[in-house]
């Protein structure tokens, strides 16, 4: 067996090999091909969405009343995503994991200055920030992408006020047809891994049921409300207890 190494001669274990590859993946203009062209199922789910988004955001803002209300977007990508909730926000800070992205999302928010890009590993979360954030938003089922979903939460949860939220969208069990609609339309290589999740170009791309996003946040010992976003979509909120 063959074991790959860090520049530092260490073993890289599982998850950091996956963040690599997917670092790999969003670096690279696949993922750029992708965004550009969404199917009309994975268009629908993005735009109910960012409405959902921007519907919970503006209700936290209003029961809150914080001085400033700061937002944290894990997977920012190129700062799209950030466009539909930014006049919400007094703040916010969006991080990717891909250096493409996060120049692409400086590159769009240059001169703004309530927005603050940096390439962040969301795993290190609670090593880079207190507990600043009002809301923590995860979306395109970014966390479908990753192994370890309950660490993800876990790391989202340590920078989070008491009385915000995180808004996670995801996959649901019904996306399966509309993910390979439009994974294939590019040209992806594509393969069943399990019963819930793809794997494309190496990567994963999980589907969630209302029970396992309501087990992950039992584990994170946090209470869940989930929405549907449209049949391929839920929205999970999720906040402390």
């Known amino acids: 067996m063959v074991k790959l190494l860090q520049k530092d001669g260490n073993p890289i274990c599982s998850k950091e090999r996956q963040i690599s590859r997917l670092t790999e993946f969003f670096d690279g203009d696949k993922f750029e091909l ?26 936290l803002k209003k029961r809150l009343k914080p001085k ?67 809301a923590v938003v995860c979306l395109g089922s970014t966390m479908g992408n990753l192994k370890d979903q309950i ?29 390979i609609e439009w994974y294939s339309s590019i040209g992806l290589a594509i393969s069943d891994r399990t019963c819930d999740t793809l794997n494309v170009e190496d990567q994963i791309s999980k589907r969630f049921t209302r029970q ?6 039992k584990q994170a010992g946090m209470e869940i409300t989930i929405e549907p976003l449209t049949e391929i979509g839920y929205l999970a909120i999720l906040r402390n207890k």
Request: aromatic residues 8%; charged residues 25%; negative net charge.
């Open 34 to 59: 992708l965004k550009a062209n969404e199917t009309p199922a994975i268009h629908n789910y993005h735009s109910q969405e960012h409405l959902c988004i921007r519907q919970h955001l503006n209700e």
């Open 68 to 134: 400033e209300f700061i937002i944290l977007d894990i997977g920012c990508g190129n700062g799209s995503s950030i466009e539909y909730f930014i006049d919400i926000a007094d703040k916010i800070e969006g991080i990717d994991i891909s250096k493409a992205q996060e120049e692409r999302a400086k590159q769009r928010f240059s001169g703004n200055p309530k927005v603050i890009i940096k390439q962040v590993n969301a795993f290190d979360l609670s090593k880079k920030y207190p507990a600043i954030f009002d």
């Open 151 to 179: 660490g993800l939460i876990t790391q989202a949860k340590s920078v989070l006020r008491p009385d915000g939220i995180m808004l996670f969208s995801v996959y649901s069990e019904h996306a399966r047809d509309a993910q």
């Open 212 to 217: 396992e996003l309501g087990q992950l946040a």
